[in-house]
């Protein structure tokens, strides 16, 4: 039985073009872009050279991009980087299904700092409606932060809407795109926002490796201090080879966009199939405003977890949800969020495509998880 990988959502695996373009830095030019000597300058010169192509990418100038370890801390570093370094306030307002680096972040800042954290409503969607946003912000609003577009439920969120609404107030606004700068457009210019964070295992390059995008006007406190890298923005010894690779994914995500009307195709026939012949099943999330290899259901009347695990045994590798919160037994903050009930919550399961996932595969597909969920049901879920 062909073993299918439906869980991009939680990472990628390292694309050729990136891994050799990595080589060098791995092998022969080892230097450290701050050593003064032939090995030091061509790591500098590679990393100034992938900066000004990430740039390009996220429409912003090559001075405003941070390298970071990940989403992870470009999500930290946006949140309290930007919170602390404001003269604005302390009150931040945040989505309600934002990944947990966001909603940590906040945490942190309300528990330490004293700042106010206004969670905004969804709808059923998961869509925050821009006139709610309107509604909260005050003149001692330091920050927005709204996900591009949601890793369990797949919505993509009006950001271009959100950010008119903060840049009428005056109030920065950042955006997680960690998992949408593979499918969509995340440029600050191209989104309208003052920050954007990225992620280079969610593109096809290695983990370890992201980037945050902020606007130069922003004062940025930094989280890291020590050799004052990254304009001191984020100390530590740049990550050479990992640099290289993100600009690789990014540049290849942009060249391949066209391409994902196709995978649209397939998604939506993964979805109508599954609706069509698994009693009971729903989709969590935006069918309009959704990333195009994404596809979530719930299956009441079952458990995620073993869906999961009888697909797996059928040759579909996929998620339960958030690959960040595997491991817990509480419902989905997010499905929460979306008004589903915790007991249904618990039966969800997300189909995250690849690139290279063909339509006539989606019946066979489709095949394994009705009898998946069959099993599961008659096993008492």
Same mark, same amino acid.
């Given at each position: ?28 030019? *080892? ?13 500098? /010169? ?68 004293? *700042? ?71 440029? +600050? ?80 026939? +993964? ?27 719930? *299956? ?52 995250? +495509? ?12 489709? /095949? ?14």
């Amino acid at each position: 039985m062909e073993r299918l990988y439906l869980d991009t959502a939680a990472t990628t695996p390292v694309r050729r073009e990136v891994l050799e373009a990595m080589w060098p830095y791995l092998t022969a030019d *080892f230097g450290n872009p701050s050593s003064h000597h032939e090995l030091g300058e061509r790591a500098a /010169d590679a990393v100034q050279a992938a900066r000004a192509a990430i740039a390009e990418q996220l429409g912003c100038r090559p001075a405003e991009v941070v390298f970071t370890s990940g989403g992870t801390e470009s999500d930290n570093l946006a949140i309290k980087g930007i919170a602390l370094g404001s003269p604005r306030g302390r009150h931040l307002v945040i989505g309600p299904i934002e990944h947990e680096a966001i909603v940590e972040s906040a945490d942190y800042l309300r528990r330490l700092h004293g *700042f106010e954290v206004t969670v905004l409503p969804v709808d059923g969607d998961g869509l925050v409606a821009p006139g709610e946003l309107a509604a909260v912000l005050r003149p001692d609003t330091t920050l927005v932060s709204i996900q591009h577009a949601n890793n369990e439920i797949g919505t993509v969120q009006p950001i271009r809407e959100l950010a008119a609404v903060a840049r009428a107030a005056g109030v920065p606004i950042h955006t997680d795109a960690v998992q949408s700068a593979d499918a969509l457009e995340v440029g +600050l210019a191209a989104l309208g926002v003052d920050a954007v964070s990225i992620a280079g295992h969610k593109l096809g390059a290695p983990k370890g490796i992201g980037a945050l995008a902020v606007r130069g006007a922003l004062p940025i406190e930094p989280l890291l201090h020590g050799g004052g890298q990254e304009r001191g923005r984020r100390s530590g010894t740049e990550n050479v080879a990992g640099v290289v690779g993100l600009a690789t994914a990014l540049g290849l995500a942009a060249a391949e966009r066209r391409a994902h009307a196709e995978l649209a195709r397939v998604r939506d026939a +993964l979805i109508d199939g599954v609706l069509s012949r698994v009693p009971g099943a729903f989709v969590t999330g935006s069918r309009e405003h959704r990333l195009p290899n994404h596809a979530s259901f719930c *299956f009441p009347g079952t458990s995620g977890e073993a869906v999961l695990l009888e697909l797996e045994r059928r040759g579909l590798v996929v998620s339960s949800g958030s690959a960040c919160a595997a491991g817990s037994d509480e419902p989905s903050a997010v499905l929460l969020a979306l008004g589903i009930a915790p007991a249904v919550a618990q039966t969800a399961v997300r189909f995250t +495509l690849p690139h290279d996932v063909a339509l006539d595969a989606v019946p066979a597909i489709v /095949d394994r998880v009705v009898a998946a969920v069959a099993t599961v049901s008659a096993l008492g879920g």
